[in-house]
């Protein structure tokens, strides 16, 4: 079945460093790529996505680029900020070659903080 | 528009009870699934509702279960609780599959602690 395999958290950076959040994933076909965020207290909200092999999605300064070759979507932003402190949740769903919904699936999530 | 709304935020139960919690989806939307939320479990899918019928189902035992009504709200109910049931809830709500590549949107969520 479907899986996706996020990097260990807790990350901590201090403000304006780069991030990465490794994200790899196993899945047949062509499934689609979202990265979700959620807040302290919150539910997830969608941060980005990519529904094809060599999209990039980007939002708030963050990016992602959907590479089929390394089962990868590897999460990225120049430079963070306190406020982006948060749990990071990798994702996948789409629709099968046989006309079939996969099923939402995230990965274990990473927890971001980000120090002033 | 509104959100999804999860009613109640927070509750507290003792062991043995059963407990409803509430998912109001966006409007039109017609998917609405669940999660369990743990520390050391991370996000856990319970079970999705699609138009009223039960579309998929996680790994969790019987006194898990769920229903959707004709207006796309839907209920979760845990019954015979125990200590380990005690989890943040998230409800999530999309306009068709939620595993066919539309986002999804998701509640606050109900903190349930099982005492």
């Known amino acids: 079945g479907d899986s996706v395999t996020q990097m260990e958290g807790p990350v901590t950076l201090s403000e304006e460093a780069f991030l990465t959040i490794n994200c790899t994933y196993t899945a047949t076909g062509y499934p689609s790529l979202f990265w979700y965020v959620q807040y302290p207290g919150e539910g997830l909200q969608l941060l980005l996505k990519?529904?094809?092999?060599?999209d990039k999605g980007s939002n708030k300064g963050f990016e992602a680029t959907y590479r089929k070759e390394t089962t990868s979507f590897h999460l990225e932003k120049g430079s963070v900020q306190v406020s982006d402190s948060a749990v990071y949740f990798c994702?996948?769903?789409?629709?099968?070659?046989?006309?079939?919904?996969?099923?939402?699936?995230f990965g274990s999530g990473t927890q971001l903080t980000v120090l002033p | 528009k509104a959100g999804v709304t999860q009613t109640p935020r927070y509750l507290i139960k003792t062991r043995g009870q059963q407990v409803t919690l509430s998912c109001s989806p966006i409007?039109?939307?017609?998917?609405v699934s669940w999660y369990q939320q743990t520390p050391g479990q991370g996000l856990q899918f319970l079970f999705e509702y699609f138009s009223e019928t039960q579309r998929n189902k996680g790994n969790f035992p019987g006194r898990f279960s769920g229903r959707q009504f004709s207006n796309s709200r839907s209920e979760m109910n845990v019954s015979t609780l125990e200590l380990g049931d005690s989890a943040l809830y998230l409800c999530?709500?999309?306009?068709?599959?939620?595993?066919?590549?539309?986002?999804?949107?998701f509640g606050q969520g109900t903190r349930l602690t099982v005492v």
């Open positions: 409007s039109g939307h017609r998917s």
């Open positions: 994702a996948l769903s789409g629709v099968l070659s046989s006309g079939s919904a996969r099923q939402l699936t």
């Open positions: 990519a529904t094809k092999a060599d």
């Open positions: 999530a709500s999309s306009f068709f599959y939620q595993g066919a590549g539309t986002e999804a949107f």
